[in-house]
């Protein structure tokens, strides 16, 4: 092999060095996924329609959101200046923090959460102060408001919360907005439509209030890469200043429409989803294990410390779980996506399955 010409590497920010390494399992999920909190079905084969119609043409144009945009502006009931598209959440996240993150300020995150908040508040050159939930896993709104200084800059709140599936209420998010006037508050409803509950409604009436939501649960749309953001006119025009014009690919602009339009299938798979989530927490309990109360199309699970061969059987059964294990207070927990209820009765076969090989092995689980 040729001596290579130069042999120094340039080093990265030194947040980004010490970042934990974030790998989720993709890769080989040719099996009832019930991993990642997707749709575990289809999207609506409207949206398919409209993936067909797009010309060979529409494809050399740079895409154009705004028109999209104001669609789904006036489907929430708000100004377009107030609606950002991104390229899902996970970008969503990335642009609010880049607008508002600055070195001194402070990102206030109840954990365990999602993992993106920390990850993208490592590009930044904030400090990250978590706030621990107890056990029970309930939406931790006293340490959060005792957490609250002058420092805060964004409080991030999943509602429901991933991976426990709890909720805060409407009055908790508005006095947590109310108490810390300095910062934006992101209410990230990813999993609204398995809970039913939102605070879009407030968008714009509270001067803090920033919400996003996401295509990729209850729409299935994952792989089209379609989230959004809310807020008022006064901070959405900072969060464009980050924006890339063409984050959300024209696949993506032209699929949108369908799938806002087809409420029916949007509502057919979350009632399944709903009424498949109560089938399966009866039989959670019917095996013994103990579940956190869910709120959105997953429920964690304690497996304990035989977790990860929990998972290992699972897979080799068949059916896809995530071990959430290393996130903060969820030691040998397991999060199960909720899926149909004839993928979840087959779920909890492989699951009692699996339970009695490993109890046969070991008398400890
Ligand atoms: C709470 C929460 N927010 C955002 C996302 C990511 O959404 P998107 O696919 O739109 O980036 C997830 C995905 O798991 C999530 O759990």
Not at 56 to 69: F, I, K, Q
Request: hydrophobic residues 45%.
């Amino acid at each position: 092999m040729a001596e290579p010409l130069i042999t120094f590497t340039p080093a990265p920010r030194a947040r980004v060095e010490a970042m934990k390494e974030y790998h989720p399992p993709l890769g080989n999920r040719d099996a009832l996924r019930l991993d990642f909190n997707e749709n575990t079905l289809a999207c609506s084969p409207k949206v398919l329609e409209a993936l067909a119609a797009v010309s060979a043409g529409a494809l050399t144009r740079y895409p154009e959101r705004e028109s999209v945009e104001a669609l789904v502006a006036d489907y929430l009931g708000l100004k377009p200046e107030q609606v950002a598209l991104t390229n899902g959440v996970d970008e969503a996240i990335h642009v609010l923090f880049g607008a508002f993150l600055d070195k001194g300020d402070e990102l206030l995150v109840p954990v365990p959460t999602y993992t993106m908040y920390e990850i993208y508040a490592s590009a930044t050159d904030a400090d990250v102060v978590t706030v621990q939930t107890a056990d029970d896993l309930q939406f931790p709104f006293e340490q959060l408001i005792a957490a609250i200084t002058p420092r805060t800059k964004v409080i991030t709140v999943a509602n429901p919360n991933s991976p426990s599936g709890s909720v805060a209420t409407r009055e908790q998010l508005l006095e947590l907005c109310r108490r810390a006037p300095q910062a934006v508050v992101l209410v990230d409803e990813a999993y609204f439509h398995f809970h039913g509950e939102t605070v879009m409604d407030l968008v714009g009436q509270i001067p803090n209030l920033v919400v996003a939501r996401t295509f990729s649960k209850a729409y299935g749309l994952a792989g089209l890469r379609l989230g959004l953001l809310a807020g008022p006119a006064e901070l959405m025009r900072w969060v464009r200043r980050v924006l890339s014009p063409y984050s959300v690919n024209l696949l993506a602009l032209a699929c949108l429409p369908a799938a806002l339009k087809d409420e029916a299938y949007l509502n057919d798979y979350v009632s399944e989803v709903i009424t498949a989530r109560g089938e399966f927490e009866s039989a959670l309990d019917r095996a013994g294990l103990r579940r956190w109360p869910s709120r959105a199309n997953f429920i964690l699970v304690e497996i304990g410390a035989r977790h990860a061969e929990f998972v290992r059987h699972m897979r080799d059964a068949g059916v896809l779980v995530r071990d959430r294990s290393s996130d903060p207070g969820c030691d040998g927990r397991v999060r199960i996506t909720i899926g149909t209820r004839e993928q979840m009765r087959k779920a909890a076969v492989v699951m009692n399955e699996t339970l009695a090989q490993m109890r046969a092995g070991n008398e400890a689980l």
